[in-house]
Structures are given as C-alpha cells and as structure tokens.
C-alpha cells in the first residue's frame, strides 16, 4: 500500500498537458511554440549525437520526434549518451523513449528499431520535415546523405562530422553546404586520431545540430552576424 500511494503522489506531480504547453510559450512565445509543436524530426541513430539531439529537442517542445536505431544500450555508452547504467542491454529506441516521457510527457514518439538502409530510408523519413544524421560511420554518414539529397529534396538534412578528442570547443561551427543541407562540427577529427569520444564535445556537437533545427524552425537560418557573415 505504501508504494502504491507514493506512486500515486508522485504521478499527481507530473504537470498537465495544458500547463507544459503554456510554460514553453512563456519561452519561446506561442507562434514559434506553436511551429516547434507542430514540426516531425528525424532522427538516424541514437548514441552520442542522437540521444543529446532528442533530449535537447524534446526540452523545446518540439511535437513529434522519430527515433531510428538497431543498436542497444552498452556500458561503453554512458559516459557520452542519454542512457542510465540500468538501461544496459535496452533497445536504444525503447530506453530512449522512456527517458524522453520523462522529461516531456506529452511529446509524440515513433520508433524504429531497425538499421537504415537505401531501401528502407525513404518510407522510414516521409513524414519528417527535419531529418538529424547522427550515425558514428562514415559509410552511414555518406548513404543517408546522399539519399537524402537525391530522392528528398524537400527536406531539411542536418548532419555531422567531427567532435572527437579534447579540440576546443570553439572549433565545432555550423556550415551551411546547400539550401537544405548543413554540417556540424569541426570536419577534421577522427575517433581513430586519439583520445576518442568525450562526452562534452559530443554534445555540443549535437546541440548544435538540435540548435539548427530550431533556428529552421523559427526561419532564421539565414540571419547575419554583425560582421554581414552568415551566422548559422
């Protein structure tokens, strides 16, 4: 009886819907709320970029999120992914919907676990209007891109290369490639350079490429810097 009245304390917490909605207004005021409410990103693997992308994105409110990943959660992941050390050998895609419903109640999740592929990228992306490449292959880095590009053109594709080691964290930047395509990171180190991945630079990294897809949100990935450089 004890734990099921503090489960029930507990669940009274959690704010309504309504409530959730209005503080997030108070932020970002109602039109852009309403824009990251209705807005569909994608998101292609869940481990270092991809799991800080979909917490930073489900903290702004961002209404439907569509989670790709065959992979499960491994102790080798914590020290850089939105996992908990009791969610080891999970489906990325279920322990990551657990810790999103927790931070976002309402949010709309669909998950797919399964490894993106040429052929089943397409049906897997339709409905996204913002798609995040988040994958730690190269090989995976360059298929997604190039479908992308090529049999999606409508789309907004976010993608990412370079956060390795202890560089400064200055030297991760957001470049736009084409009208819908834009890079994060530093483009020049490697996982097989050095030290490797450090939780930090991964996550800027990846609040950069959540940050993006904000500013497309908000249509102001075009913006000037005080110097007249483009600012992305």
């Not at 108070?26 to 852009?32: E, S």
């Not at 799991?51 to 959660?73: K, M, P, T, W």
């Not at 939105?82 to 109640?105: F, G, H, M, V, W």
């Not at 950069?208 to 949100?217: E, G, N």
Request: proline share 2%; with cysteine.
């Amino acid at each position: 009886m004890w734990k099921l009245s503090v489960l029930w304390e507990v669940a009274d917490l959690i704010p309504s819907q309504e409530d959730m909605l209005r503080a997030l207004e108070q932020r970002h005021g109602k039109k852009l709320q309403d824009r990251f409410s209705s807005a569909s990103v994608a998101i292609c693997g869940l481990g270092g970029l991809g799991s800080n992308i979909a917490v930073s994105l489900a903290r702004a409110g961002i209404g439907r999120l569509i989670l790709i990943d065959f992979d499960r959660v491994d102790i080798t992941n914590l020290h850089r992914q939105q996992y908990k050390a009791s969610q080891i050998c999970r489906y990325k895609t279920d322990a990551l919907s657990e810790n999103l419903k927790e931070i976002a109640p309402y949010i709309h999740l669909k998950t797919h676990t399964v490894c993106i592929t040429e052929r089943n990228a397409p049906e897997l992306l339709k409905d996204a209007d913002i798609i995040c490449e988040a994958f730690d292959q190269p090989e995976a880095k360059a298929m997604l891109t190039d479908i992308v590009l090529e049999k999606m053109p409508d789309k907004y594709l976010i993608a990412a290369s370079g956060m390795a080691g202890l560089g400064s964290a200055n030297d991760i930047k957001t470049r736009k490639i084409t009208k819908k395509f834009y890079l994060c990171g530093d483009e020049v180190s490697d996982v097989s350079g050095g030290i490797g991945l450090v939780s930090s630079r991964v996550m800027l990294c990846a609040a950069h490429q959540a940050h993006m897809v904000l500013r497309i949100l908000a249509d102001k990935e075009n913006t000037k810097s005080k110097e007249g450089k483009t600012n992305e």
